[in-house]
T-cell receptor, first 111, second 114 residues
């Protein structure tokens, strides 16, 4: 079993839809949870990070962490064609140096 | 400013060439990383420098040689690469290898080995 599981997609939605992206993990030592957006042939861009459990909101993006279920989510409201990209979840524990990535979910938002 | 700058953006090299990739950050971060990313895969960690000292080498072949001249700069020296080394090479940095391991990535160098 992989440490972090993420559905590779592709996930296709119409413009304006609410998008839900998810990852599950097995290592209870993870404390930092990150979401990166990666456009084709570009480096990953940090969208949001959360520490431990809870929610965090930034504009159209909301990140949620449920440590009891070992489940994290990223919600995108009012999705735009410019949101079409691969979304990578990543996590690490306190004191760890290695990020553990999900496989990435490819999102396609059609006009 | 959360910028990590990588040069060059693209590199084509033959198997006998020697080349270097460069990475720079001015965020005062004390940990810097090299990752390799193949198409449709997540980044794979290669090396970690913490306070300018190599702290992790993920069993990377010796044809890849990292160097950290100072706290803002990271180089990756390439020699006698193989075609399977063609990939996107990413540099990242974080505040410290300890408590807050939030990593910021550069745009990458797309390497093709002929």
């Amino acid at each position: 079993q992989k440490e972090v599981e993420q559905d590779p997609g592709p996930l296709s939605v119409p413009e304006g839809a609410i998008v839900s992206l998810n990852c599950t993990y097995s290592n209870s030592a993870f404390q930092y949870f990150m979401w990166y957006r990666q456009y084709s042939r570009k480096g990953p861009e940090l969208l949001m990070y959360t520490y431990s459990s809870g929610n965090k909101e930034d504009g159209r993006f909301t990140a949620q962490v449920d440590k009891s279920s070992k489940y994290i989510s990223l919600f995108i409201r009012d999705s735009q064609p410019s949101d079409s990209a691969t979304y990578l979840c990543a996590m690490s524990g306190t004191g760890f140096q290695k990020l553990v990535f999900g496989t990435g979910t490819r999102l396609l938002v059609s006009p | 400013d959360t910028e990590v700058t990588q040069t060059p953006k693209h590199l084509v090299m033959g198997m006998t060439n020697k080349k270097s990739l460069k990475c720079e950050q001015h965020m005062g971060h004390r940990a810097m990383y090299w990752y390799k990313q193949k198409a449709k895969k997540p980044p794979e960690l290669m090396f970690v420098y913490s306070y300018e000292k190599l702290s992790i080498n993920e069993s990377v072949p010796s044809r890849f040689s990292p160097e950290c001249p100072n706290s803002s700069l990271l180089n990756l020296h390439l020699h006698a690469l193989q075609p399977e080394d063609s990939a996107l090479y990413l540099c990242a940095s974080s505040q410290d290898r300890g408590a807050k391991n939030i990593q910021y990535f550069g745009a990458g160098t797309r390497l093709s080995v002929l």
